[in-house]
């Protein structure tokens, strides 16, 4: 009887009993935590709480703050921490802070647009030098200068880089891609894009750009409305100063996310100003090849068809 039940409890069993491998960790990954403004910790990550990551620097344990971490990843780039990256730009999973600080990490990602016709603003969505603007700022244009802001030791300092290409456009939207070709010293900073669906009647926005040519202007407010139509599109109405030379700069929201593309605004009236929402500007990133500009082919050929006369009524 004993012999008959030990049989019968080992053929019940899995003869491959499953094997339950331990889930991977990131305790033997070397990773470079981003803090803005040029600062970085190089280090393994030992434990990590909701306030702070402990980091071995190799000779000590470095207590850091998760909210003063702009961006982490691998060293090797394998992965990375909150980050999704695209071909032409980027987002991520970042912490709330004020104006002045977000202002202060991202500004250095905030660029001005110099054309013939004018001025204008923009930002760099991905470190090889590609910057959104608005359309009406390069109409015209194929090339124009680009004024890059980079924070040394005694503030932000402005270099130009001429004759930038401008590579995609797209007047529909008032949208377009300008392709800068930074010399090796210098390094690009880059903006993340957010969900501009996301954004409710009252959240905080600020904007940085050059208005009149005010290079490092940082203004904000609200969304008044999430949807109001202007000039056939889609835009976010706010209460945001925007003036001449605004255009084509950030939106950002209080994580310094980028949620739209100031575009123009009133004369003589406060508070009715407009941005274009995020998710159309990474739609022309991710189709930038449809929009790519052809110097020297016109689009002004373009016409739509008039609509077919109505019928007479027959009498």
């Known amino acids: 009887m004993l012999v008959a039940t030990l049989l019968l409890l080992f053929s019940c069993q899995d003869p491959k009993p499953a094997v339950v491998e331990p889930a991977p960790t990131r305790a033997d990954m070397v990773e470079v935590l981003d803090l803005g403004l040029g600062c970085r910790i ?11 990551l402990f980091v071995d620097v190799g000779y000590d344990v470095l207590k850091v703050p998760v909210a003063a971490i702009l961006r982490r990843e691998t060293v090797d780039g394998s992965r990375t921490g909150g980050i999704v990256r695209e071909k032409l730009w980027a987002r991520a999973e970042l912490p709330e802070r004020s104006v002045a600080e977000g202002a202060k990490l991202m500004g250095e990602a905030v660029v001005k647009i110099e054309a013939a016709g004018g001025q204008g603003s923009g930002f760099v969505t991905h470190a090889d030098g590609w910057v959104v603007t ?10 124009v200068d680009v004024v ?6 005694n503030g ?3 270099r130009t880089v001429r004759k930038c290409k401008v590579a995609a456009i797209n007047p529909a939207m008032d949208l377009a891609l300008v392709k ?8 690009l900073k880059t903006i ?10 009252g959240d905080t926005v600020y ?12 203004s904000s407010g ?6 109001r139509t202007f000039e056939g599109r889609c835009h976010f109405q706010i209460t945001t100063p925007i003036n001449p030379g605004n255009s084509g700069g950030p939106l950002f929201n209080l994580r310094g996310e980028v949620v739209g593309v100031n575009s123009a605004g009133y004369r003589g009236f406060q508070g009715l100003n407009f941005a274009i929402p995020s998710k159309y500007v990474i739609d022309f990133l991710n189709n930038r090849d449809a929009f790519a500009l052809d110097s020297t082919r016109s689009e002004n050929g373009v016409h739509y068809l008039p609509a077919p006369r109505k019928p007479k009524a027959s009498k």
């Open 42 to 52: 190089q280090g393994r990550v030992l434990r990590t709480t909701e306030q702070l």
């Open 134 to 143: 608005n359309f009406h700022v390069v109409e015209r244009e194929v090339e």
């Open 148 to 153: 890059v802001y980079s924070l040394g030791k």
């Open 156 to 158: 932000f300092e402005p």
């Open 180 to 187: 800068v070709e930074a010399p090796a010293d210098l390094a």
């Open 192 to 201: 993340y894009l957010g969900e501009s669906d996301g954004m409710q009647v």
């Open 207 to 218: 904007a940085i750009g050059a208005p009149i040519g005010l290079d490092r202007t940082v």
């Open 222 to 227: 609200i969304i008044s409305v999430t949807n």
